[in-house]
């Protein structure tokens, strides 16, 4: 299975600032086929990347994936407060589908 | 617009079984592949199971194959979940997903249904 490492854990930044978040795979993940997700505690996440680079129906210009292979980042162009969360990536190119641990946006 | 209901959770004793329900509405349920994903408290995700529009397909994680059960009634818009000789690390919120037509990722999600596993 495709073990996924997000990091930092924990990145404390303030509005207006722009973040990057990090998920680095085991092997290869094959056709890019990682996603990212939003999570507000005690809500369901919310998709906001598929395909490593494309936006989900909805989701603010300011979020955008990047990467291929086993090097895939997540930024977030220009914090809004809404924006404070946990971010999981997910692999889906491989047998079973995985998840990172996450990444915790926190306000500085 | 797409939602997700899930139901049936609780507290039940380790060795003790549950069904767990997800309701769908908003989108043709028929058309779409489903999962169901569990977080355990305070931890990440966990893909648990998934089975196709027809049901003809379906999938286990390890660490339920052979205790859990993924079934769908088309006709009636529901996905279900049975689970059987629980245990104390199935605790977790239980997510019933729409997995999208583009790949095994999820584009809607329920709001979840808590199990707890604990004498």
């Known amino acids: 299975e495709i073990v996924l490492t997000q990091s930092p854990g924990t990145l404390s930044l303030s509005p207006g600032e722009r973040a990057t978040l990090s998920c680095r795979a085991s092997q290869s993940v094959s056709s890019s086929y990682l996603a990212w997700y939003q999570q507000k505690p005690g809500q369901a996440p919310r998709l906001l990347i598929y395909?490593?680079?494309s936006r989900a129906t909805g989701i603010p210009d300011r979020f955008s994936g990047s990467g291929s292979g086993t090097d895939f980042t997540l930024t977030i162009s220009r914090l809004e407060p809404e924006d404070f969360a946990v971010y999981y990536c997910q692999q889906y190119g491989s047998s079973p589908q995985t998840f990172g641990q996450g990444t915790r946006l926190e306000i500085k | 617009q797409v939602q997700l209901v899930e139901s049936g959770g609780g507290l039940v004793k380790p060795g003790g079984s549950l069904r767990l329900s997800c309701a769908a509405s908003g989108f043709t349920f028929s058309d779409y592949y489903m999962s169901w994903i569990r977080q355990a408290p305070g931890k990440g995700l966990e893909w648990v199971s998934y089975i196709s529009s027809s049901g003809s397909t379906i999938y286990y994680a390890d660490s339920v194959k052979g205790r859990f059960t993924i079934s769908r009634d088309n006709a009636k818009n529901s996905l279900y979940l049975q689970m059987n000789s629980l245990r104390a690390e199935d605790t977790a919120v239980y997510y019933c997903?729409?997995?999208?037509?583009?790949?095994?990722?999820?584009?809607?999600w329920g709001q979840g249904t808590l199990v707890t596993v604990s004498s």
């Open positions: 395909g490593a680079s």
């Open positions: 997903a729409r997995d999208s037509f583009t790949g095994y990722y999820f584009d809607y």
